[in-house]
DNA sequence: ACAAAAGTGTTTTGGGTACACCCATGT
DNA sequence: ACATGGGTGTACCCAAAACACTTTTGT
């Protein structure tokens, strides 16, 4: 315990899990059982975990992901650091629950962001308490959590127009117009399909492959995969900032 | 001391302090005189310190751009926490002199950048320790501030694509071939005049002033400033990661 | 008068956008 | 045969890029 133990009491981390599934993006967040008054009542927050003495914050990361996805190898990236001194404070019922696990009352704590193709993953090494919550949805959270997931999103809508991270919310081999639909549902709008897929054909990392969908009751797709070495060597940054 | 002090024993804030002046971008540094074997040597070091208890990252920044120049209200943006556990370990002589001013071990530092028009600032104010070192002749920093630094760099150069992040780079009011030549500068490039006015002429942000530069011995040019307000209003994202 | 930087227009090329029909498959 | 999404081309407009001369001031 304290300042030489092997958990650093004054920084976490917490992980904003997106999840993408049937044109709609989603969150994990987890419940937890709070004491109000006489009764309990159950509250949301986002994953999250103090860092170890010995580890990376990426490792923290990694490690929330794990216990709550069961997955490894998840893209996770950190986008914040949230250090409001009363961040813990914005609800007296959450700090009386939350001040007995404390090791430092003021606790920093770093937002993270991951992506995960639900189609991908196996929702049974999901733990109990988990749910994934459409972003749309997303109910009164604890703490300075909805700051937290609010960045969150805002940033992921950011990189996405600067990134390809669209490619973590796909599988592995998919269709172009899937591709459309997960920039569709995230920025809320629709793109025409002839000059997305202009747009999108100049890409030379986006690879098409001899492999088409099979099963579906209409002409089958192409399937696509995303080439990221031949992405970094064609990378370059431009002179554009908005008119 | 310790985890209930009035420091966050293992937490810092390290700061990029960019200034611009005469067509070069220069980085602050400070020198610590460093015992190594039977004499000392000098080394150099970005500025840095530890969050207090009850303020924010935010505070912590602004408390160490005020020490090292002297001025309050300058830009500052987090962009990156580094959390190698052996990130004060690089090198042995490193970490036994600052191991006496540690409470913890084990540090993890927020990295912020800062801007600041050389032309504004009062050296005089710059304490005795510091100097302003050309970003192009940056030599070996303590700790994990190299890595630091050309994040940093990085960054910035990032974000001057996408933000108007310029503007705090160049006095109040300026001109087109000022604006330019820091663009210029940064990204080691040249753009043609008349393009590079046609362009930055549809920013309905950049504001004409009926004001010119006085005492040049050449046709005076007319001063412009810019209208974060404006800015904020017209600002829109854009779905195009390159190709 | 000269030196120094300010300021300005045209042409060509490529990208963005708007828009409608035929194709391949499963049922 | 029909329903479903897959896949394609053209015309117009605007932005990017290449390129050279005149203007205004101080000395």
Redesign the pocket.
Known sequence: MGCNGEVLGCLSVDCVIFGYEDSSLKVLVRKESIPLDDSIVEEWKLPGNHVLRHETIDDTAARILKEQTGLGNIFAKQFFVFSDPDRLRRRPQDFEWVKPRLQDERVLTVGFYSLVNLKDIDNSMLIEEARWMNVNEVTELMFDHNDIFNAALLKLRYDLTHEPLIFELLPEKF????MQKVYESIFDTV?????Y???I??MPYLIPLDE???????????LFSFDKKIYEENRIERF?FH?
């Open positions: 269709t172009l117009t899937q793109y025409d399909k002839r000059n897929r202009r747009k054909n100049k088409y969908q099979i099963g579906v009751s209409h002409k089958p797709a192409r554009d008119v």
